[in-house]
């Protein structure tokens, strides 16, 4: 089991976002990290949660999805369904 915790975005103005790259290296190094340490255990189940701070479908997920080979569990359970993400509240959206 891995738990992390990637810096926030404290605007909803992208273009002002000014820790995009704390997170995008955060996401790498964390996508690199389990990739080398789940293979230590063939056969064994990996499991990321946290607050990643990005959305299903950004770069950064997808980075992390691709990195480690791992898939995203609640879009295999619920093919087609939106809208289970926390950041969908009014105080924290994913922009």
Do not use: W
């Not at 189940?45 to 990195?67: E, F």
Request: proline letters at 4%; aromatic letters at 6%.
């Amino acid at each position: 089991m891995y738990c992390s915790h990637i810096h926030a975005c404290y605007t909803n103005d992208p273009t002002n976002d000014e820790y995009v790259a704390h997170r995008a290296l955060q996401l790498y190094e964390l996508a690199k990290f389990v990739s080398a340490t789940r293979t230590r255990l063939p056969g064994s189940a990996a499991v990321l949660v946290g607050d990643l701070n990005t959305c299903p479908g950004s770069a950064g997920m997808d980075m992390i999805l691709s990195v480690t080979g791992m898939v995203d569990a609640f879009e295999e359970a619920n093919p087609g369904l939106e809208g289970a993400a926390t950041h969908n509240t009014v105080d924290n959206k994913c922009v």
